[in-house]
């Protein structure tokens, strides 16, 4: 009888986490520059003239090195949260990627931060998916709290912050993106003065 509840027990708990870590976010459509804006969007722009600084993130890469947001300033800065265990994070990886080689001459930088709380998971992550860009290693999610209130759930993986050139926030997205998602929405920042 007390194995039963045990095992009963565990069987909860797995089956729980599991379906914590697969449901990272929604798969609900980012609409893009060309379509009309809603208030079903995922993607919450906003306007240059309501634009905060972003908090100066900072600590080492999952390879041990410094970094901080603002060693970007003047660069428009895609920072992506993720983790190793997430399946919306592994699939977008590589467009995140592809999009850093693409429009790194134009001035974007990709910035990663992965709440692994292993920093060798991290790198085993980054390795795996040939990831150029660096990841700032913030197991506890600290980084995060920094951030206005209700501009991203952090407990919700994986979500995109864009960040202009100045340092400000432009854009945050609560979901998986696509290469074409975050070009569309990386390019008029990409113009601004």
């Given at each position: ?15 729980s986490a599991c379906l914590a870590l697969s449901g990272c976010a929604t ?167």
């Amino acid at each position: 009888m007390a194995t039963t509840k045990a095992i009963s027990r565990v069987v909860v708990c797995v089956v729980s986490a599991c379906l914590a870590l697969s449901g990272c976010a929604t798969t609900e459509p980012l609409l893009l520059a060309d379509q009309e804006q809603s208030q079903a969007s995922p993607f919450k722009s906003i306007p240059v003239a309501d634009r905060t600084d972003a908090p100066d993130f900072a600590g080492t890469t999952v390879d041990g090195k410094p970094v901080r947001l603002s060693d970007y300033r003047g660069k428009v800065v895609v920072v992506n949260a993720w983790a190793s265990t997430c399946a919306p994070c592994r699939k977008e990886s590589p467009d995140l990627e592809r999009t850093q080689r693409k429009l790194a001459d134009q001035g974007l930088q990709v910035l990663g931060v992965t709440t692994d709380t292993d920093r060798k998971l991290g790198l085993d992550f980054q390795q795996q998916f040939g990831l150029t860009y660096p990841s700032l290693h913030d197991p506890d999610g600290e980084q995060f709290l920094k951030l206005p209130r209700g501009m991203v759930n952090p407990q919700i993986l994986p979500f995109t912050l864009f960040i202009d050139r100045e340092g400000r926030i432009a854009g945050a997205l609560q979901n998986m993106v696509t290469e074409k998602e975050v070009t569309s929405i990386v390019k008029p920042m990409l113009k601004e003065k």
